[in-house]
């Protein structure tokens, strides 16, 4: 089966500019999870969708940032403008269930993005 | 809240050495413990779990065993190649507080030289 696929897999964008992450989820899989890695520390959590609905957005950092999960296939996370503090790898995962302490999770390969 | 420490790299090992990555950690209730692997140029992938304490994860050479006594997961290999050059992520996930999340160390970047 195809894997977690994320595009674009490098963004360089200026500062004050719109950029669009994609994540395409395993087929089937309706939990799709949102994480960042900023500046090589730890990769933290952003959000959590089942299906299209957000079951868990604490974790994004502020309203310049917009996840979408139209009819529950792909997603798109959309910084709105960008700052220079945004630039990292965003990854994407997905899973079947919600127990991912028995299952574990299928990550993307991340995108890495720039502000400058 | 949650939280995992680990140590910091790069580690750099000579091919066939030993290997010990330590990670300890702090949960609100009974979690369950990660080790995740990133290749160069591809996405995280699990590497090994354990969900109760004394159980021991392992895979590709690679164990660690869940320590409840000492709130530690460390990672280890006997004999690691330059293959394993990547960089390693300790994680937990803690059902009990239902967050369904899991929470990540820092990373540490393993070289291994031929």
């Known amino acids: 089966e195809a894997g977690v696929t994320q595009f674009p897999s490098h963004s360089v964008i200026e500062k004050g500019q719109t950029v669009t992450l994609r994540c395409d989820p395993i087929s089937g899989h309706d939990n799709l999870y949102w994480y960042r890695r900023v500046m090589g520390k730890e990769i933290k959590f952003l959000l959590h969708?089942?299906?299209?609905?957000?079951?868990?957005e604490s974790g994004m950092p502020n309203n310049r940032f917009l996840a979408e999960r139209t009819g529950g296939t792909y997603s798109t996370l959309k910084v709105q403008p960008a700052e220079l503090e945004d630039s990292g790898v965003y990854f994407c995962a997905s899973s079947q269930v919600v127990r991912q302490d028995r299952y574990g999770y299928t990550f993307g390969s991340g995108t890495r993005l720039t502000v400058v | 809240g949650d939280s995992v420490t680990q140590m910091e790299g790069p580690v750099t090992l000579s091919e066939e050495a030993f290997l010990t990555i330590n990670c300890t950690y702090t949960a609100t209730g009974y979690p369950s413990l990660f080790w995740y692997v990133q290749y160069p140029g591809e996405g995280l992938q699990l590497l090994l779990k354990?969900?109760?304490?004394?159980d021991k994860g392992s895979n590709k050479g690679f164990e660690a065993t869940y320590r409840k006594e000492t709130t530690s997961f460390h990672l280890e290999k006997g004999s690691v190649q330059v293959s394993d050059s990547a960089v390693y992520f300790c994680a937990l996930s803690d059902q009990d507080t239902g967050r369904r999340a899991l929470t990540f160390g820092s990373g540490t970047r393993l070289q291994v030289q031929p």
């Open positions: 354990a969900t109760k304490a004394d």
């Open positions: 969708f089942v299906k299209e609905s957000k079951q868990d």
